[in-house]
């Protein structure tokens, strides 16, 4: 037996992998509820994790609110405060990168890898489970903050069922990026570079979109880039759905079909970023 057949043996006989769609579904709950009781003990990771949307809410609508003019609707704090909430969902849905991210890379440089390979478990569930418990974080924070925006005057006004339908697509937005994260906390060495790695790239991604002025306001250049950004097809269906003030429609086929656009961008970042994350894993653990 070589040495890389011993790395992950129990009592001398190598340990192999459960396989199979079942099995990969029970130990990614085996793990996402981990994850989650690890939530409920340290209830600052939760609480902190809502500060800051709840932040930008307030500073936007109340210090920004007045001033930013939507082309076509009145300039106020209500108009702003519906344009705006859509962006600020799609914003914290993807800012919970650096904390997948971060916690993947604790995993790793506290060995918890070695604890999981020395179990007969299927290599993907480590990071499903732990993708699947940010998501369930991700969506509590979604409320709270919709609870926090119905308080200073978002409004929905196209029912609840398409509401439904446009958290749906916020939560699959998410969970597709939180896969970016993971890859991000495999191939870094500490968690505070994970949390740098998986912040720094999401600035330009949020700010170059629809999410808090409208894309006519750029240059013509930067506008094509806005508008075939996954985040803005996102924060496009969501206006849409939520019956909020879409503002000009630039005249760019994501804008015009933004759900099955927010959908297709969605899907394709999640089959690429958990190949890539489950390939990446595989590799750590030998």
């Known amino acids: 037996m070589t040495l890389s057949d011993t790395r992950g043996a129990i009592g001398g006989a190598p340990v192999t992998p459960r396989r199979g769609v079942a099995a990969t579904a029970h130990d990614s709950w085996v793990v996402a509820k981990r994850n989650l009781r690890r939530m409920t003990r340290i209830p600052e990771i939760v609480v902190f994790g809502l500060m800051q949307?709840?932040?930008?809410?307030?500073?936007?609508?109340?210090?920004?609110?007045?001033?930013?003019?939507i082309p076509g609707a009145?300039?106020?704090?209500?108009?702003?405060?519906?344009?705006?909430?859509?962006?600020?969902?799609?914003?914290?849905?993807?800012?919970?990168?650096?904390?997948?991210?971060?916690?993947?890379?604790?995993?790793?440089?506290?060995?918890?890898?070695?604890?999981?390979r020395s179990l007969p478990m299927s290599r993907a569930a480590v990071l499903t489970g732990r993708t699947l418990a940010d998501?369930?974080?991700?969506?509590?924070?979604?409320?709270?903050?919709?609870?926090?925006?119905?308080?200073?005057?978002?409004?929905?006004?196209?029912?609840f069922p398409k509401a439904l339908a446009a958290f749906g697509l916020l939560?699959?937005?998410?969970?597709?990026?939180?896969?970016?994260?993971?890859?991000?906390?495999?191939?870094?060495?500490?968690?505070?570079?994970?949390t740098s790695a998986g912040l720094i790239w999401l600035f330009p991604l949020t700010f170059v979109s629809n999410a808090f002025v409208p894309v006519s306001s750029?240059?013509?250049?930067?506008?094509?880039?806005?508008?075939?950004?996954?985040?803005?097809?996102t924060v496009q269906a969501c206006r849409s759905l939520f019956g909020n003030p879409l503002g000009p429609v630039p005249d760019f086929w994501p804008m015009h079909h933004p759900v099955p656009v927010s959908v297709g961008w969605s899907l394709v970042i999640l089959a690429v970023f958990s190949w890539l994350s489950v390939r990446k894993y595989r590799r750590a653990a030998g």
């Open 171 to 194: 939560l699959l937005l998410g969970y597709a990026f939180s896969w970016i994260g993971a890859l991000i906390g495999l191939s870094v060495r500490s968690p505070e570079a994970a």
């Open 135 to 159: 998501l369930v974080q991700t969506a509590f924070t979604v409320v709270v903050l919709a609870l926090v925006a119905l308080l200073v005057g978002w409004r929905i006004h196209h029912g």
């Open 53 to 69: 949307p709840v932040m930008f809410v307030l500073l936007f609508s109340y210090v920004m609110g007045g001033a930013i003019a």
């Open 218 to 233: 750029m240059p013509s250049w930067l506008q094509p880039i806005a508008c075939w950004n996954p985040f803005s097809a």
């Open 74 to 116: 009145p300039t106020n704090h209500q108009t702003y405060i519906e344009y705006l909430m859509a962006g600020i969902f799609a914003q914290t849905v993807t800012f919970a990168v650096a904390g997948a991210s971060a916690g993947i890379a604790e995993d790793m440089t506290k060995g918890l890898v070695d604890r999981f």
